[in-house]
């Protein structure tokens, strides 16, 4: 057990039914035994109480009862931190918790740092460093699909899929330093084989999970996404339809919107931020030159565009001119106000139905109108863009105009193996590093360079996988790391 014992308010701060004030460390009971007076006639005190059970009282301090309470009392090793752990449950007021936590400050305990009780459970070898970053995921989930992932990532999916992989670089590791100790005999053409082809098989291995990254990205911290298109083509109208609450201001009058609108949206299990965009150019005031230099920074951090055309209005230079601008960009064209007449120059009975299907966009040219192939591929090198029919007014096409969006940034299928294993960008690159120290082991074994060599990277592998989990690992990393928690978690 780490020396002093740590308490911190574990609710978020504001007003609610209740408040938990949770306490860890060595010294919990005898610090809840001076600020908490257990009531009725079968009382116990806490530091008396079988571990796991429930009880009423009262808070205290100097003698003077702040708040009623219940408390609960869990025992090491069976708690969250693997010490012994008093959770107080007091009224929710912004007051009341302050002091109850005050009351059991002053018995005692020191105010836990960020991410403190996550640390101790590290410590303590309760969670794998991956298990712990698993539990900030999980707090930070927008839509189920994250919850998933981060759960399954807690429940220790990735950590013993790494644990397997070290275990057997680090048998490898043994082999080859075996050989190093007696020079004499040289590694046998047949050895040789089995240790290479396990190296390949780890490194391959590595690969697999190194692709789950961006999925992975994608289920922490959402895509971004801009809405761009002339005025009053229907961008803040699209916007509404994907949160499916009225967010932006929709209006007739060109240049409603002046700032930039960003709301997080769940399309099809992804967390999607939906940016609307004031106009991209002829600011006619201040204001709007402002909106539009912020719309011009949004639009270079988007991942993707949709680009809102009014269809039932001839195609215009602004919009020639933003399907030219952003052909690096991947984007989805949405044809919008399907519900009016379409326009007379605008080809749009060259769209079919419902053609949201990237691929099926891209291969069959004759899905789009030749003048957007034109103004959004003029070096045609670039596939044509997947495009969307829809209605901001009636809803129609809405939900595949999700499809496409979901297509657009999740390469492959949402699989459940998958979820188990979305790696976060720290995993990343330690998995990177181990590529790339794995690569020159192979190298090293398949060029008959010395076995010191190969043995060397060997070891620089194991150790940056061993980081995943924190069997390497520094204080620096772990300061990193739960310094991103909240104070209580
Ligand atoms: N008929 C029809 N009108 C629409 C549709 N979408 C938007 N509008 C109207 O077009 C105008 C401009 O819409 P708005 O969303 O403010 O466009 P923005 O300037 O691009 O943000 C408003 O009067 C909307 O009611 C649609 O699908 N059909
Ligand atoms: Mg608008």
């Known amino acids: 057990m780490l020396e002093d014992t740590i308490a911190a308010i574990a609710t978020p701060l504001g ?16 610090i809840a035994d001076r600020c908490f007076a257990p009531a009725g006639a079968a009382a116990t005190k806490l530091s008396e109480a079988p571990t796991h059970t429930l009880h009423f009282g009262h808070v205290q301090r100097n003698g003077q009862t702040l708040d009623e309470a219940i ?5 090491a090793p069976r708690t969250f931190t693997r010490e012994h752990v008093v959770e107080i449950t007091c009224h929710g007021g912004l007051l009341t918790s302050k002091l109850v936590l005050d009351a059991v400050l002053a018995s005692g305990a020191r105010l836990a740092e960020p991410g403190e009780f996550s640390r101790r459970a590290f410590l303590n070898g309760r969670i794998d460093l991956a298990q712990a970053e698993a539990v900030l995921d999980l707090i930070q989930s927008r839509t189920e699909l994250a ?30 330093e075996a050989h190093i100790d007696f020079p004499e005999e040289d590694i046998a053409p047949d050895t040789r084989g089995q240790l290479l082809a396990r190296l390949r098989s780890g490194h391959a291995f590595i690969g697999e999970l190194l692709r789950t990254a961006n999925e992975g990205q994608i289920l922490r911290r959402g895509m971004r996404a801009a809405i761009i298109g002339r005025p009053n083509a229907g961008k803040s109208s699209l916007l509404n339809q994907l949160l499916g609450h009225d967010r932006a201001i929709v ?15 769940n399309i099809r299990g992804l967390p999607v931020i939906f940016i609307d965009t004031a106009g991209l150019d002829e600011a006619r005031d201040e204001i709007e030159a402002e909106g539009i230099r912020r719309s011009r920074q949004s639009l270079q951090q988007a991942e993707f565009i949709l680009h809102v055309f009014d269809a039932s209005q001839a195609l ?6 933003y399907l030219a601008e952003f052909t690096g960009k991947k984007r989805i064209l949405v044809l919008n106000k399907i519900d009016l007449p379409e326009a007379g120059n605008l080809p749009v009975n060259d769209f079919p139905a419902q053609n949201t ?43 595949s105009l999700k ?23 720290r995993h990343q690159d330690a998995l990177s590093r181990a590529a790339a120290a794995t690569s020159r082991t192979i190298d090293a074994l398949v060029d008959g360079l010395t076995l010191e060599l ?32 909240c104070i209580g978690k």
């Not at 007003?15 to 005898?30: D, N, P, Y």
């Not at 759960?151 to 043994?174: H, V």
């Open 403 to 425: 499809d496409a969006i979901k297509n657009l940034v999740w390469s492959g299928e949402i699989k459940a193996e998958m979820l188990e294993v979305m790696i976060n960008s």
């Open 147 to 176: 919850l998933r992932a981060a759960n399954e990532q807690l429940a220790g999916k990735l950590s013993q899929r790494i644990y397997r992989l070290r275990d057997q670089m680090i048998e490898t590791l043994a082999h080859i």
């Open 316 to 321: 215009t230079e602004t919009d020639e001119k």
């Open 454 to 485: 190969a043995a060397l990277d060997l070891r620089i592998a194991v150790n940056a996988i061993g980081e995943i989990v924190g069997q390497t690992t520094t204080e620096d990393l772990l300061d990193r790391i739960f310094s991103q928690f």
């Open 71 to 75: 408390a609960a009392v869990m025992r």
């Open 15 to 30: 007003e609610g039914g209740l408040a938990v004030i949770r306490i860890s460390g060595a010294q919990t009971f005898e």
């Open 251 to 265: 209006s007739a009058i060109p240049g409603t919107t002046r700032d930039t609108i960003e709301e997080t949206a």
């Open 357 to 399: 299907n990237p691929t099926a966009a891209s291969s069959s040219t004759g899905a789009i109108p030749s003048s957007l192939i034109r103004a959004g591929d003029r070096q045609g090198k670039q596939p044509a863009p997947p495009v969307a029919r829809v209605s901001c007014l009636t809803g129609e096409g809405i939900e």
